[in-house]
């Protein structure tokens, strides 16, 4: 089987990280990554460093909202309550 | 203030039937918990199509306005978030029309932009191994990627990288938005998504690594 499929260079591979990551890598291409983590401690890091990454985004909150937005957009829905009244009962 | 909940949706289908409840009974808390929820993103999106940070500010307001007229129409066929996100996108193109800028995703965001990681950290072509790492990473010390310190990291990073860049990854990886709905929101095909993640969660790798190799291992 090795012999028949060729290596990915480290060069490659950290080109196809993310679509290793989001499972979009056509199974040869993935066997051929695998195969290169399994000697490659460098990508492996390299890989796990992705990972990371995206876990510690998880970890971000979005800028919040400022009052005067709050202030508006709550009167905004009072606005609305009162003309559409909200549910017929 | 930044909202605690990992990310999106109202915690599944139930909760979204309750929240809409909620809000169609006018219930003010769950409108500004809604509101709290996507203010962040829907700021990011409706910045890639308009000019100022001003203009975004009044296209989400105008959106929520939106979304109020609508909610006794909306029939939950797409989830709540979907459909006010629709909502937001077609205020901000229009109101990018006005603004004269041209939406939307910058091509050579997509197009041309250089590896990955630097090609001098890689062996040539006329060495040995050629392609493999001359300089490799070296592994994070996990003490400092569990800390707030790699959070914080990140954040800067993320600011630095070009607009289409940061809001994919945002939707994606902060918003915790899947594949197909960030592709449907931007108008943009699955394999150019998947560009766009890749170039920002890779400079932003970078970044992280020049920062935490910059101050020296603890």
Known sequence: MKLSVPDVSCRELVELVTEYLEARLPVEERTRFELHL??????????????????????????????????ALLAAFRDWKRGSGGDEP | MGSPSASGSASGVGGEERELAALRAGDETAFLALVSRHHGAMLRVAAMFVKSRASAEEVVQEAWIGVLKGLHLFEGRSSLRSWIFKILVNCAKTRGMHDARAVVIALDELVDEGPSVSPDRFRDDTERWPGHWSQPPEPWPDARVESSEMVALVRQALETLPEAQRTVMSLRDVDGWDSGEVCELLGISEGNQRVLLHRARSKVRAFVEEQLGSEGSP
């Open chain 1, 38 to 71: 399994g000697y490659c401690d460098w990508c492996r890091t390299y890989l796990r460093q992705m990972r990371q990454v995206r876990d510690a985004a998880e970890e971000l909150t979005e800028e919040s909202i400022a009052p005067e937005a709050k202030s």
